[in-house]
């Protein structure tokens, strides 16, 4: 059969909130029922329609988890045994489902990681849970998705190549990614990069190895500026050590200037414009991506579902138009296992 776009989904395991809860859950259903009304052929901005693989991925286990995250922590998130304030930090009532829900996000990280090693480009739906550090969740962030991704990828790359595998971290949400860079923070062998708001939430802030920060009202072309110095940094930064062989992509939605939370004011356009950067410097530079959406919490959802169907149709192009030394011809596609 033709080769697809890996896309993975965790939407299934939805928690019901209480009425009136800030954390917009149904964006989730919405952007998996986009995605699924084009599996057959994406269409993009040029060249042919790309199918689009969907799946839902099995839950991180234990052991993955611990990756990145304290035992004990793991144990207490699973039996409902954190304390009230451990619990509203998190901002998530506890429950079984909430517990499957974490676990599943991981999991489809970690399979998005994976097809992307092997063709450049995959997508995870949800995913982009950066509050969450080594011994706490916090902002809806129970475990950290792309730290435990890292890790594991690191771990396999290693068992399976004999190799390192260097890892890039390009956060985007609005929000600073404090619990990824907690988490990475004495480790060399991953880079973060943070570009957010200064005055936004967590308004205690970790260091990341390359911080951004940008001021409340911020708009397209300041925004894109950054963006280019923060990249052109980052990449010179790693040379030292070496390049990196996996990017992941935090393409948050909340920096547009309809969230409720972000206090930027970044147009759609603009937020394509992001994205095709940084998708276009990684294929420049021959390093694969996992992309996860992040956060997006839009006064009208339909907007911060729109943005992050965008984010997944410029993937789709980038993943069409991968350079062969990742197993295809530029805008060829092939053979792939079923």
């Not at 954390?23 to 599996?39: D, H």
């Not at 790359?157 to 990824?180: A, E, P, S």
């Not at 939430?201 to 894109?224: M, N, Q």
């Not at 530079?285 to 984010?311: D, F, H, K, N, S």
Request: a negative charge.
């Amino acid at each position: 059969m033709l080769s697809t776009m890996r896309v993975y989904s965790n939407d299934r395991f939805s928690l019901a909130l209480p009425a009136g809860h800030s954390f917009p859950m149904s964006k989730y259903q919405l952007l998996r029922e986009w995605v699924q009304a084009r599996a057959a052929g994406l269409a993009v901005d040029s060249g042919p329609p790309v199918p689009l693989r969907l799946a839902e991925a099995e839950p991180a286990s234990d052991g993955e988890l611990a990756l990145a995250h304290e035992p004990d922590y793991i144990t207490a998130v699973e039996e409902g045994t954190l304390s009230p304030a451990a619990q509203r930090e998190i901002g998530f009532p506890w429950s079984e489902r909430m517990v499957e829900r974490s676990r599943r996000s991981v999991g489809a990280t970690i399979a998005a990681a994976r097809a992307a090693l092997a063709e450049g480009v995959a997508v995870q739906l949800g995913g982009g849970t950066h509050h969450a550090s080594a011994g706490k969740g916090s902002g809806y962030c129970v475990f950290n998705d792309v730290a435990v991704a890292a890790r594991l990828m690191q771990a396999e790359v290693h068992r399976q190549q004999r190799r390192l595998l260097r890892v890039w971290v390009i956060d985007l949400d609005v929000h600073q990614g404090n619990g990824t860079a907690a988490i990475f923070r004495d480790d060399p062998t991953v880079f973060t990069l943070s570009m957010h708001g200064a005055r936004n939430f967590p308004f205690r802030k970790e260091a990341s190895d390359l911080d951004v920060e940008l001021p409340d009202g911020c708009t397209d072309a300041p925004y894109l500026s950054a963006l280019d110095s923060a990249l052109a940094t980052a990449w010179q930064l790693q040379q030292a050590d070496g390049p990196p062989g996996l990017a992941f992509y935090l393409a948050g939605a909340d920096p547009h200037e309809g969230d409720r939370l972000g206090r930027l004011k970044i147009s759609a356009a603009g937020l394509a414009e992001r994205d095709q950067r940084v998708l276009q410097a990684l294929r420049d530079w021959r390093v694969p991506v996992a992309l996860t959406m992040a956060g997006g919490y839009g006064r009208e959802i339909e907007t911060t579902v729109a943005v992050q169907a965008r984010t997944v149709a410029l993937a789709a192009q980038a993943w069409r138009d991968w350079p062969g030394e990742m197993g295809r011809p530029p805008g060829a596609r092939h053979v792939h296992p079923a």
